[in-house]
């Protein structure tokens, strides 16, 4: 069974760190593009970045300099590191994958997690 699951989510204050993990199921994570997403109350689903199968990052503006992915193929996991955290970034986060062997990343995803929240607060 082909599965995400998405961990490492929680309560934060403004300035702080996470690391979200993305643990993949039912297949091998070598050779998909995997993004993370994010879902604020109220608010459409945005990308927030990205990785190619060739490991090229993508950033969204208001993330850059301070969110990094990367991929542990040997757990089939890939990470979010959130640094200097803002209220803004609160929302449920989600990573997608696609088997997609190209240096950019795909448009849509096949493949989904559950989410995990994560809030920014004082």
């Known amino acids: 069974q082909v599965q995400l699951v998405e961990s490492g989510g929680g309560l934060v204050q403004p300035g702080g760190s996470l690391r979200l993990s993305c643990i993949a199921s039912g297949f091998v994570l070598d050779d998909y593009a995997i993004s993370w997403f994010r879902q604020a109350p109220g608010k459409e689903r945005e990308e927030v970045l990205c990785?190619?199968?060739?490991?090229?990052?993508y950033y969204a503006g208001s993330v850059k300099g301070r969110f990094t992915i990367s991929r542990d193929k040997t757990k089939n996991t890939v990470y979010l590191q959130m640094n200097s955290l803002k209220p803004e970034d609160t929302a449920v986060y989600y990573c997608?994958?696609?088997?997609?062997?190209?240096?950019?990343?795909?448009?849509?995803?096949?493949?989904w997690g559950r989410g995990t929240q994560v809030t920014v607060s004082s």
């Open positions: 997608a994958a696609k088997y997609y062997v190209q240096s950019y990343c795909p448009e849509e995803y096949d493949h």
């Open positions: 990785t190619s199968a060739y490991d090229t990052p």
